[in-house]
């Protein structure tokens, strides 16, 4: 009776309806994507699901992650989705998970699922998530959003392209919704198509999107499906290499020197390094003290334009003349 | 010959519009023109930057009039 909505459809019928109990999902981050995914999945009665997170709910996540709400803040989003789904649906089995996915973790967690949907917003994690997926011969159905732009597909399904073919290298300028903002809709948006591929993966109905990424414009209401080609020496070095992991920070080439990284707090790479005195833009007025006036300062951000931008209004309201614009950006004084 | 060129993700941004239609010399290659975009618009971590031709990623073709070339930066927010 619960199901009887879906059961009507062709697609379903009540052997799909038994597909969907026998199965089993993993939500990796239960945030933006990860909650509208699991709530629908939830709902068509998947019979076990995992909700792998280790952050807690802040005020900030609500906009988007309508799952919890104001008195869920300061708990773990693992177990307040739990709780929440389970109220929605008693019948299937809920698993918090209240860690973060790590190489030595990823493997186990995933071999007790037929199936693993990215909730991340990161590249080390989504990275990792492929390269256990390819060593445990699981399908993953991927998300990423910048702004009010989408991306997804599915990874490594009946061997077709990983993650690895679509990006070999990646960029150390990853931003997540956090830093960039975002609408709440658009990971609403983006989970539920997830859950959508998850649901034609396991009702094995429809076409999967298997080597193929959609691109999505949420404002302008676009969408594009490009086609992705198989590297299969990317996916034969993770068979033979196991976990790659990737890192995200990075070194000064010379330290002998003296930066002003101007660029917001978000914004990666990180360089640690006591070389750097790390003012934002917006504040330099604030904290004109700290910029040493002595030895030369080389002043950076992303690409050279803001620290351009930094440096004239310091000579010109300021008077400061030992400070050197870094034109091309951080990627001219970092290693690698 | 003209080319049609479609930024995404930071690149639009960097570039400051989403798309244009390009001037190309007859048999450039898709990745001259890769070359060309990232010193145009001074685009950062050129190597994670995946092209697209007339929708299909990662193959490398002489570009033809009319054709659609899409710049695909990695993200990875959620």
Known sequence: ?336 | MKVTVKYFGIIAETAGKKEEILDVTQGMSASELKARQIKTYQIPEAESVQLAVNRDLNTEVELKEGDEVAFLPPFAGG
């Not at chain 1, 709530?39 to 996540?61: C, E, M, W």
């Not at chain 1, 709780?83 to 860690?99: C, D, G, T, Y």
């Not at chain 1, 999107?209 to 299969?232: A, H």
């Open chain 1, 1 to 336: 009776m619960r199901y009887d909505r879906q059961i009507k459809l062709d697609d379903v019928g009540s052997s799909g309806q038994e597909k969907l109990r026998n199965a089993s999902v993993l939500i990796v981050g239960v945030g933006g994507l990860g909650c509208p995914a699991a709530q629908y999945l939830t709902g068509a009665g998947v019979g076990k699901i995992g909700l792998l997170d280790h952050d807690k709910v802040s005020i900030t996540n609500l906009h988007r992650q309508v799952l919890y709400d104001e008195f869920d803040v300061g708990r773990p989003k693992a177990l307040v989705a739990k709780v929440k789904l389970q109220r929605l649906n008693r019948e299937i089995e809920l698993v918090a998970i209240e860690e973060a996915l790590t190489m030595e973790n990823a493997e186990k967690l995933f071999n007790q699922y037929d199936l693993i949907i990215d909730g991340t917003d990161n590249f080390e994690t989504k990275y990792l998530i492929n390269d256990a997926c390819i060593l445990t011969g699981k399908a993953w159905i991927y998300a990423s959003i910048y702004k009010n732009e989408g991306q997804l597909s599915v990874f490594n399904y009946q061997n077709g392209p990983s993650y690895r073919c679509l990006f070999p290298k990646t960029t150390r300028q990853n931003v997540s919704c956090e830093a960039t903002g975002v609408l709440g809709v658009t990971p609403g948006l983006l989970g539920m198509l997830q859950a959508a591929e998850a649901l034609k993966i396991i009702l094995d109905v429809g076409n999967v999107l298997s080597g193929k990424l959609k691109l999505m414009n949420i404002l302008y209401g676009t969408e594009q499906v490009l086609n992705i080609r198989k590297r299969q020496e990317e996916i034969e070095k993770i068979k033979n290499e196991g976990i790659i992991p990737i890192r995200i920070d990075c070194e000064l080439k010379d330290t002998g020197k003296t930066y002003l990284d101007v660029r917001e707090d978000f914004e990666q790479p990180k360089v640690n390094s006591e070389k750097v005195i790390h003012i934002p833009l917006g504040k330099l007025k604030d904290h004109l003290k700290e910029i040493p006036d002595k030895e030369e300062v080389l002043v950076f951000c992303q690409t050279g334009k803001r620290s351009k931008e930094a440096v004239k209004m310091l000579q010109k309201d300021f008077g400061l003349r030992n400070l050197k614009n870094v034109e091309g950006g951080i990627e001219k004084i970092i290693d690698g």
